[in-house]
């Protein structure tokens, strides 16, 4: 947080928001109280707060370890690589000085005050008023995606609504997760009341109604208010939007981004100026998708080969999900999805079972789970083999593993069901929950100095 409190000035877009959104390629502007005057200055400055997302330390590159490769999905076995940053990511084994760790609590702390600058300053613009509300409605989705991944990564954050100077950055203290959620939570609500249900193409990756909708049930599931999350669901199904693709491997292909499977996705240009990927799961570096992940599919499931290696070029070997030709400038053009139809359907059917199973082939739960399964090229399962609540909870919880297998879900749903230290005892891994969450970096506990309103999370 040190790295980005002091950034009063926000990190602008070179283009509008009427031209090419995915060109976010930043620069920095010395004098921000002169900036934020016209509609085109706030255009750039919400670009900006998208543009965290594409970074190394997010999206771009670390999210594979911190959410994967911290799973069981994927493995990290070579201590000596990086003085064993991701080795101990992967093992549980992270002090408070982890780099990674570090990096990922700045930049998320980075978009949370590009988006406060933002809120703070619009409200007094003097251009026309839907604009200025879907720009702020953008900006607060963006800032509860942010505090979502803090507060899921760290437990108890600062919860900063507003700018602060530099001098204010010592007095900030560890908030309680229930703050941290009732503020993603209002975010969410007024994001979705003025945000559209679409974009023309030069606009296709800004959040929408039904990315708000999303995102929103997302953290009602995680808290385990059923009721709430399923009224967000079916918002977005009634928006009649969004649906599967035909086939699950056309949702990845990089010549068909932002499809009608996609709700929200973290978008990048191959070969131009700083928006092309450095692919994620760069096997180069040693991650692999772990023999667990890849034993727990059907040799019939269509999804199988897309968490296979393909090779890029050279010894370079990603999955088939986030396989392109590498740019001149060796980056890929894929799109990180963030929340996708596929997803909304299994919350679905598990919010569903949770508020009471029906045991019926032909219930909405069901109905749920196996569409996602038969897309897959698998039989529905049915009430013989789900015959009560555990079953079905189990088999929702596979069933979002194989689907959404390398997207960083599994490391939240694995917490999110209580699950992570059973799953890990179980492959002769030994888990203390304190290590369910990271540690605070040391650096922002030295800044604070003082362990009763900042403390550092226990075992680190």
């Keep these: 947080m040190k790295n980005i409190i002091i950034i009063i000035a926000v990190f602008l877009v070179t283009t509008s928001c009427s031209e090419d959104f995915i060109n976010l390629t930043p620069f920095s502007q010395a004098n921000a109280d002169d900036f934020y005057k016209t509609a085109n200055d706030f255009e750039n400055a919400v670009n900006a707060a998208y543009d965290v997302l594409q970074d190394g330390r997010l999206y771009g590159d670390r999210f594979e370890f ?60 003097d251009f026309d008023a839907a604009l ?63 945000l559209p249900i679409s974009y023309s193409q030069d606009n296709l990756g800004r959040a929408t109604q039904g990315a708000a ?32 693709l035909p ?23 191959k070969g131009e100026g700083g928006e092309g990927l450095s692919l994620t799961f760069n096997y180069t570096q040693n991650p692999t998708v772990s023999t667990d992940l890849i034993n727990a599919y059907d040799l019939l499931d269509e999804r199988l080969p897309l968490a296979q290696y393909v090779t890029v070029s050279g010894d370079l070997r990603v999955p088939q999900k986030y396989f392109d030709v590498l740019s001149t400038s060796n980056n890929v053009g894929n799109d ?4 996708r139809y596929a997803d909304i359907l299994l919350m679905y059917a598990e919010v569903l079972n949770e508020e009471g199973y029906v045991a019926a082939d032909d219930s909405p739960a069901f109905q749920s789970l196996n569409t996602v399964r038969e897309r897959a090229g698998l039989l529905p399962l049915t009430t013989i083999e789900l015959a009560d609540q555990t079953t079905f909870r189990t088999a929702v919880l596979k069933e ?9 879900h599994r490391w939240y749903d694995l917490k999110r069901t209580n699950t992570a230290i059973s799953t890990f005892a179980a492959l002769g891994t030994t888990v203390p929950e304190c290590r369910l969450i990271y540690p605070i970096p040391q650096d922002e506990i030295d800044i604070v100095a003082d362990l009763v309103r900042f403390p550092q999370n226990d075992c680190y």
Excluded at 142 to 162: D, E, K, W
Excluded at 247 to 253: D, E, G, I, Q
């Design 66 to 125: 911190l959410l994967e490769v911290r799973s069981d999905n994927g493995e990290f076995n070579d201590p000596a690589s990086n003085v064993g940053v991701p080795f101990n990511i992967d093992k549980f084994q992270v002090r408070a000085d982890n780099s990674w760790v570090e990096g990922a609590y700045d930049a998320l702390y980075d978009g949370v005050n590009r988006c406060n600058i933002v809120l703070g300053r619009i409200e007094n613009a």
């Design 132 to 194: 200025a509300n879907r720009l702020k409605g953008e900006t607060q989705f963006l800032r509860a995606l942010y505090y979502f991944h803090l507060v899921q990564l760290y437990g108890n954050v600062p919860l900063i609504t507003t700018e602060l100077l530099p001098s204010e950055t010592s007095n900030v203290k560890r908030d309680p997760i229930t703050e941290i959620y009732t503020q993603i939570e209002t975010d969410l609500k007024v994001a979705s009341s003025f």
């Design 213 to 244: 909708y999303g995102l929103l049930a997302k953290v009602y599931l995680t808290q385990n208010k059923f009721s709430l999350a399923k009224i967000e669901l079916e918002k977005v199904i009634n928006l009649n939007t969004y649906s599967l």
């Design 247 to 269: 086939s699950v491997s056309a949702v990845f292909s990089p010549s068909n981004e932002m499809n009608a499977e996609i709700l929200f996705a973290v978008r990048y240009k």
């Design 336 to 339: 990180i999805i963030v929340l």
């Design 400 to 408: 979002r593993r194989l689907e959404l297998a390398l997207e960083f």
